[in-house]
Nanobody
Framework: QVQLVESGGGLVQPGGSLRLSCAAS????????MAWYRQAPGKQRELVAS???????NYVDSVKGRFTISRDSTKNTVYLQMNSLKPEDTAVYYC???????????????WGQGTQVTVSS
């Protein structure tokens, strides 16, 4: 079953903003780290931003000052506010969670299906 559901991608002009959301299902007993990765055509998937439970966010240098990751633990949801978007931000953005499913002893890695972000005039 789908455990991470992303939304909010789309087409935006350079300098514009988008907000991505990722909702985790209730099948998780606990979620440690939530993060956003992206993969542009012909490039490797890269970590954009991460936020651990109760910890501080981290960002890749290329998005610092423009992107903000936040987390609502009551809703098991992570957000990525993207401002001052550039064409080089164009990619498929993936939600990630390091989490433990209910009834399981060990955590695992989980991925969303990806959402396309295109920055173009």
């Amino acid at each position: 079953q789908v455990q991470l559901v992303e939304s909010g991608g789309g087409l935006v002009q350079p300098g514009g903003s988008l907000r991505l959301s990722c909702a985790a299902s209730e099948s998780f007993a606990s979620i440690n780290v939530m993060a956003w990765y992206r993969q542009a055509p012909g490039k490797q998937r890269e970590l954009v931003a991460s936020i651990p439970s109760g910890g501080a966010a981290n960002y890749v240098d290329s998005v610092k000052g423009r992107f903000t990751i936040s987390r609502d633990s009551t809703k098991n949801t992570v957000y990525l506010q993207m401002n001052s978007l550039k064409p080089e931000d164009t990619a498929v953005y993936y939600c990630y969670a390091a989490a433990r499913l209910k009834g399981r002893l060990l955590p695992n890695n989980f991925w969303g299906q990806g959402t396309q972000v295109t920055v173009s005039s």
